[in-house]
């Protein structure tokens, strides 16, 4: 697989892109395809025109493409991550709502492409215990990094994202396995759990008796809450167009 990457920013030189681009790929290759057995290649591509062309993907060349923006643009944001109506993979870096969020663009453009790689029409669920009622069970998004999504590594210096392992879709907890990349402990000395959220991020889920798509964090965390507040008023994320039937 390969994802084209069109940089429309006007901050951001592609000397600069093809340095974490490289950091990137090698966290692809390197760290996330051993474990998941399946990656891409992300590649920078030539800019045909000035915005995205959702109906065209103009500039694209790959089989899933990520375009780089400046700012948050609710009409090309419509289809964030979406396919078009050719059935092509697609999706968006918004240089200003990850300035909002805190968030290195960088470790933004890796749970992009992870969670591309993974899931590309955002159509993938896992069935698993509901949050808050493990008796209740529901249908989880196949989603790489939005559990861990506040934790992040550097590769050649570049800062690149956390992300979850197979073990982490599995019911209760194996023996001697790990739910995350990085496995950092909290106080407690605990992991990541099964189908858990690590503090900053947030799950979603598909819920059959309400018959609806939902996204959950931990009431007592305000930065995950900021984050799902930040993300639905740009209309922005996968999230949005699985709660919206866009998907």
Do not use: E, F, Q
């Given at each position: 697989?390969?994802?084209?990457?069109?940089?429309?920013?006007t901050s951001l030189s592609d000397e600069e892109v093809q340095c974490v681009i490289?950091?990137?790929?090698?966290q692809v290759k390197e760290d996330f395809e051993p474990y998941w057995s399946f990656g891409a290649n992300l590649r920078l591509e030539g800019m045909i025109g000035k915005r995205a062309d959702i109906k065209s993907l103009s500039g694209m060349r790959g089989d899933?493409?990520?375009?780089?923006?400046?700012?948050?643009?609710?009409?090309?944001a419509?289809?964030?991550?979406?396919?078009n109506n050719r059935g092509i993979p697609y999706g968006f870096i918004f240089l200003d709502l990850c300035k909002k969020l805190g968030e290195s663009w960088t470790v933004t453009l890796s749970h992009e492409t992870m969670e591309l790689i993974a899931d590309a029409q955002s159509n993938l669920l896992v069935q698993g215990p509901h949050p808050d009622n493990p008796e209740h069970e529901v249908f989880h998004w196949f989603e790489m990094c939005d559990a861990v999504q506040s934790e992040s590594y550097k590769i050649d210096g570049i800062e690149v994202s956390n992300f979850v392992l197979p073990s982490y879709f599995t019911p209760g907890e194996q023996a001697g396995a790990r739910n995350d990349f990085l496995g950092r402990l909290d106080a407690d000395r605990k992991g990541l759990a099964s189908f858990g959220v690590k503090p900053g991020g947030y799950i979603g889920f598909y819920d059959p008796k309400k018959r609806e798509h939902t996204t959950w964090s931990p009431p007592e965390?305000?930065?995950?809450?900021q984050r799902l507040i930040a993300k639905t008023e740009a209309r922005s994320g996968r999230g949005y167009l699985r709660r919206n039937?866009?998907?």
């Open positions: 697989m390969i994802i084209s990457l069109i940089n429309h920013s490289r950091a990137i790929n090698r899933a493409v990520l375009y780089l923006n400046d700012k948050t643009n609710i009409k090309d419509l289809g964030y991550h979406d396919k965390d305000a930065v995950a809450k039937a866009i998907a």
